[in-house]
T-cell receptor, first 114, second 118 residues
Framework: DAKTTQPNSMESNEEEPVHLPCNHSTISGTDYIHWYRQLPSQGPEYVIHGLTSNVNNRMASLAIAEDRKSSTLILHRATLRDAAVYYC???????????????FGKGTKLSVKP | NAGVMQNPRHLVRRRGQEARLRCSPM?????VYWYRQLPEEGLKFMVYLQKENIIDESGMPKERFSAEFPKEGPSILRIQQVVRGDSAAYFC????????????????FGPGTRLTVT
């Protein structure tokens, strides 16, 4: 079982920011929070990861709550190409398999309206 | 730098036949993972391999499925005597390292092989 909880679906308007939430109340101190996304008919792609501090990269930002029981993936300006299923995944500690396989939940299906 | 390559992209097999799915990891990557996505379901881990070694096969069905990653050539996922329930998208991923957050931990996925069993 995935140890994260995400809304099944979200909608956004093009060029507006999107905040995708993830709850992981049983996270351990050594678990990293990773985000991947899967565009329609494609394989997943890595988006971002973090441990405690907020993280930014060219694709998105990751805001991690102080108690680390939740996090939010932020797309600053959604485009039509961002329509995908977004997966919040914990790695390390008790999760992630023996040495790094990803455990995917159901994710959040993001729809972007023009 | 070519990404992860998978072939064939689409494969149709009759019940009882064998299916061979190939995956060429990104250049320089020695860690390969196979995942399966059944229709309307999430991705499930199947097996993790390094060159010539199976590291974790905890997600592999006990029968009919096998995987290898030889010293030379692509990784192969082999399904013997396919059944309709094997119809799914099979994704291969590769990474430079396997640590949960070490540099190079990101998994790069191929476009998948969509297997249809008739």
């Amino acid at each position: 079982d995935a140890k994260t909880t995400q809304p099944n679906s979200m909608e956004s308007n093009e060029e507006e920011p999107v905040h995708l939430p993830c709850n992981h109340s049983t996270i351990s101190g050594t678990d990293y929070i990773h985000w991947y996304r899967q565009l329609p008919s494609q394989g997943p792609e890595y988006v971002i990861h973090g441990l405690t501090s907020n993280v930014n990269n060219r694709m998105a930002s990751l805001a991690i709550a102080e108690d680390r029981k939740s996090s939010t993936l932020i797309l600053h300006r959604a485009t039509l190409r961002d329509a995908a299923v977004y997966y919040c995944i914990l790695r390390g500690g008790n999760y992630g398999g023996s040495q790094g396989n990803l455990i995917f939940g159901k994710g959040t299906k993001l729809s972007v309206k023009p | 730098n070519a990404g992860v390559m998978q072939n064939p992209r689409h494969l149709v097999r009759r019940r009882g036949q064998e299916a061979r799915l190939r995956c060429s990891p990104m250049k320089g990557h020695s860690h390969v993972y196979w995942y399966r996505q059944l229709p309307e379901e999430g991705l499930k881990f199947m097996v993790y391999l390094q060159k010539e070694n199976i590291i974790d096969e905890s997600g592999m069905p006990k029968e009919r499925f096998s995987a290898e990653f030889p010293k030379e050539g692509p990784s192969i996922l082999r399904i013997q005597q396919v059944v309709r329930g094997d119809s799914a998208a099979y994704f291969c991923a590769s990474s430079l390292n396997s640590g949960r957050a070490a540099p190079g931990h990101e998994q790069y996925f191929g476009p998948g092989t969509r297997l249809t069993v008739t």
